[in-house]
């Protein structure tokens, strides 16, 4: 049974950094592209970043780089997503996800072609 499973989430202020953490359990980890998504209340979810299992490509959706940095650990098989000066725009529930496709910009446009999802880690960040 596969797990995705995300934490670090919380209240937080405005220009503070985060880092959230996402688990995975009963898949090769290696052989699947880990993303972060997010969505606040009343938008449609967002694509921010991806990660290849390998390790060896990392995208990020025009609209966020610079703001967020993301990693891997296939050791842990677990990915971070790195928040840097949080402000309350950023406020949303956010998301992991695994695919098994290959990588590319399109698995950030289109939330359908993610394999499994997590239930999400919420942050909050007070202005």
């Known amino acids: 049974q596969v797990q995705v499973v995300e934490s670090g989430g919380g209240l937080v202020q405005s220009g503070e950094s985060l880092r959230l953490s996402c688990t995975t359990s009963?898949?090769?980890?290696?052989?699947?592209?880990m993303g972060w998504f997010r969505q606040a209340l009343g938008k449609e979810r967002e694509g921010i970043s991806y990660?290849?299992?390998?390790?060896?490509?990392?995208d990020y959706a025009d609209s966020v780089k610079g703001h967020f940095t993301i990693s891997g650990d296939n050791a842990k098989k677990t990915v971070y997503l790195q928040i840097h000066s949080l402000q309350p725009e950023d406020t949303a529930m956010y998301y992991c996800?695994?695919?098994?496709?290959?990588?590319?910009?399109?698995?950030?446009?289109?939330?359908?072609?993610?394999?499994?999802w997590g239930q999400g880690t919420q942050v909050t960040v007070s202005s």
């Open positions: 996800a695994a695919a098994s496709r290959p990588a590319g910009w399109w698995l950030l446009r289109d939330s359908s072609l993610w394999d499994y």
């Open positions: 009963g898949l090769t980890f290696e052989t699947y592209t």
């Open positions: 990660i290849t299992g390998s390790g060896s490509k990392i």
